[in-house]
């Protein structure tokens, strides 16, 4: 499989994909048409046990989505969407990559935020380095994350966490995303890699008989949390297309979407506060 945004090295039984959208890594709608289909082909495949999760990119893991392509999708009849009403494009990406039949792992080694954390909230697993970085900018402007982020990250690390991430907009680093169970774990880059690496090879070493039981048990335990995350996607859906109607969360979204450079990105909370253009709190 050849893709744009997505670049696949197999190594036996482990997939190795690095996002490879620069500069920033901007999750665009291209990258999100290739993570479908990359999911859709893993659905079938009995050759992969593991799926590791990196960036060719030394700065930017995913930046977030790309404004310009959010603004895009509102208005071309051609973009696809979700054929549900409650459950938007995102939404729907993100709970397949959930439920795929391999182990999914992020390597997450630079700046993450928006709609890429709200991506690798849906994995099975999570490691990052100490300087690397990771926020969910959208209320600064009015807005929230609606890829199912704000619904996985109450479930993961609980709704005091949550609000605290959500509300105060920062950027934390990889060593607070260990403290607050956002990740399994946070070590210095090589020895990042080298963990990663024995624990892929570990994974796909496992019978698929026996990784496929350790699944089953996890879903029947967690088989009630489904309505309630389906829940939160559905409220999360109804408050984007909310907020979206605003004329002021849209003039704030074009304005970030013009500074959407590596020199306002590397420090984006500072970038957007200032820029000035934050709705006014009402």
């Not at 509102?74 to 979700?82: E, H, I, T, Y």
């Not at 409650?86 to 439920?99: E, F, G, P, S």
Request: hydrophobic share 45%.
């Amino acid at each position: 499989m050849t893709y744009q945004t997505l670049k696949l090295r197999r190594d036996g039984r482990v997939l190795y994909v690095d996002f490879d959208n620069p500069p920033l890594n901007l999750m665009t709608i291209q990258m999100v048409g290739e993570l479908f289909d990359l999911g859709g082909s893993l659905v079938f495949d009995q050759e992969t046990s593991v799926v590791v999760l990196g960036s060719a990119n030394p700065e930017f893991f995913i930046a977030h989505f790309d404004l310009d392509d959010m603004f895009r999708s509102m208005k071309d009849p051609d973009v696809p969407q979700s054929k549900y009403d409650d459950i938007n494009v995102l939404q729907a990406l993100t709970t397949m990559w959930q439920t795929l039949p391999q182990t999914t792992v992020a390597v997450v080694d630079g700046i993450v935020r928006g709609g890429g954390l709200e991506f690798i909230l849906a994995l099975d697993m999570r490691f990052t380095t100490p300087g690397s970085r990771f926020c969910f900018p959208e209320t600064t402007g009015g807005f929230l994350p609606t890829g199912g982020g704000t619904t996985r990250l109450a479930m993961q690390v609980g709704p005091a966490r949550a609000t605290e991430i959500l509300l105060s907009a920062r950027d934390f680093s990889g060593a607070e995303a260990a403290s607050y169970g956002l990740v399994n774990r946070c070590l210095g880059a090589e020895e990042l890699t080298a963990y990663v690496k024995e624990l892929a090879d570990s994974v796909a070493r496992r019978p698929r008989a026996a990784a496929a039981a350790v699944t089953e048990v996890f879903r029947a335990v967690f088989n009630s949390a489904v309505d309630a995350q389906f829940a939160g996607f559905a409220v999360e859906n109804a408050a984007m297309k909310t907020l979206l109607s605003q004329p002021e969360v849209i003039a704030h979204l074009t304005r970030m979407a013009e500074i959407q450079d590596v020199e306002h990105e590397r420090d984006l909370p500072a970038s957007i506060a200032a820029s000035g253009s934050s709705p006014v709190a009402g």
